[in-house]
C-alpha cells in the first residue's frame, strides 16, 4: 500500500470504530472490534474486518447480518465525519475476522493434548 492508501485505511478505521462505539452502540448486543482496514488505490472501497464478541457462532452471525444491513447508515455517517480530509468516501464492505475464535480453539485442542500427555509441560 502507498502511504496515502495506508493514511486513509487509518483514518478510516478510527472513524467507523468510533461512529460504532458511539452511534450505533445501542444497536449491538456485543462488542464490536474493527481488527483492519484496507482501501483500495483509487480509494474506492474500503475493507473492515471486525471481531464480534459473542456468546456463540449463531450470535456473531446474526450480529454480523445486522452489521452489513447497516452499511448504508454507516458510511453516510462516515461522509459527514471525512468530508473535509477526502473527496469521495469509499464503499464499505465489511469482513467477519475469527482469528479470535481459531485462537480459542487451539488453545482448546493444546489444552486436551496436554491433559492427555499426562500434564507435561516441557
Known sequence: M????????R?????????????????FP???TIT????????SI????????????????????????????IRSALARRVRNQVRKVPEVRFFLDESLEKAKRLEKLFDEIREAGGGNDD
Open 2 to 9: 502507498s502511504i496515502r492508501t495506508e493514511r486513509v485505511a
Open 11 to 27: 483514518l478510516m478505521q478510527r472513524e467507523v470504530a468510533d461512529l460504532l462505539a458511539r452511534d450505533f452502540a445501542d444497536q
Open 30 to 32: 456485543t462488542l464490536v
Open 36 to 43: 483492519h482496514a484496507r482501501v483500495t488505490r483509487d480509494l
Open 46 to 73: 474500503l475493507y473492515l474486518n471486525v471481531s464480534l464478541m459473542a456468546g456463540g457462532d449463531s450470535e456473531r452471525e446474526a450480529a454480523f447480518q445486522h452489521l452489513e444491513s447497516l452499511t448504508p447508515k
